[in-house]
């Protein structure tokens, strides 16, 4: 079962940041925060994953709650092209088997 | 991601009739998923295998088969294609042991009339 829970949908306007919430309250210590995301019917694309520190890469950043029970997935300047559906996943480590929920469908507007 | 690749991309067939659905790639990678999206919902696991010798049921195995023919090789069987099978279905990698990342073929649109 997926141990996430995301809101359905956001709107963002072009070149603003996007902040996509998560809660997984139930996370273990040795669970993972992953998000991936899928831009209309395409392959689901990695885009960052955290223990407990914060994450940057090229792409977004993730920010994680001191108690691990939240997180949240930056995106600094969306643009149109980030318009997809966001999904955070909650994954035991070599356990491979990810849950995807529902996600959050991001809106990014001109 | 290209060094993911999934034929056919589309395919329409009947009820009944023996599908089967083939994912390769280029990575090196030992590990192969299969995962099924139904409209408006999130991915499901099918089948996963870590290895050519090892094969492993997903949540919802039943109606499929797969076969891991090569580390690079992949396949997913519908014995008997119903119409509650029609769905988009996407194979993914993963490294392995060093890494959890999972990377995804662009999927196999397909309908069961």
């Known amino acids: 079962d997926a141990k996430t829970t995301q809101p359905p949908s956001m709107d963002c306007a072009e070149g603003r940041a996007a902040n996509l919430p998560c809660n997984h309250s139930?996370?273990?210590?040795?669970?993972?925060v992953y998000w991936y995301r899928q831009i209309h019917s395409q392959g689901p694309q990695y885009i960052i994953h955290?223990?407990?520190n914060n994450e940057t890469n090229e792409m977004a950043s993730l920010i994680i709650t001191e108690d691990r029970k939240s997180s949240t997935l930056i995106l600094p300047h969306a643009t149109l092209r980030d318009t997809a559906v966001y999904y955070c996943?909650?994954?035991?480590?070599?356990?491979?088997?990810?849950?995807f929920g529902s996600g959050t469908k991001l809106n990014v507007k001109p | 991601d290209a060094d993911v690749t999934q034929t056919p991309r589309n395919r329409i067939t009947k009820t009944g009739k023996r599908i089967m659905l083939e994912c390769s790639q280029t990575?090196?990678?030992?590990?192969m998923y299969w995962y099924r999206q139904d409209p408006g919902l999130g991915l499901r696991l099918i089948y996963y295998?870590?290895?050519?010798?090892?094969?492993n049921k997903g949540e919802i195995s039943d109606g499929y088969s797969v076969s891991r023919q090569a580390q690079a090789k992949f396949s997913l069987s519908l014995e008997s294609a119903i119409p509650n099978q029609t769905a988009l279905y996407f194979c993914?990698?993963?490294?392995?042991?060093?890494?959890?990342?999972?990377?995804f073929g662009p999927g196999t649109r397909l309908t069961v009339l």
């Open positions: 996943i909650v994954l035991i480590y070599n356990f491979n088997k990810f849950y």
């Open positions: 139930t996370i273990s210590g040795n669970e993972y």
């Open positions: 955290g223990l407990k």
């Open positions: 990575k090196g990678h030992d590990r």
């Open positions: 295998s870590f290895d050519v010798k090892d094969i």
């Open positions: 993914a990698t993963q490294m392995g042991d060093k890494s959890d990342t999972q990377y």
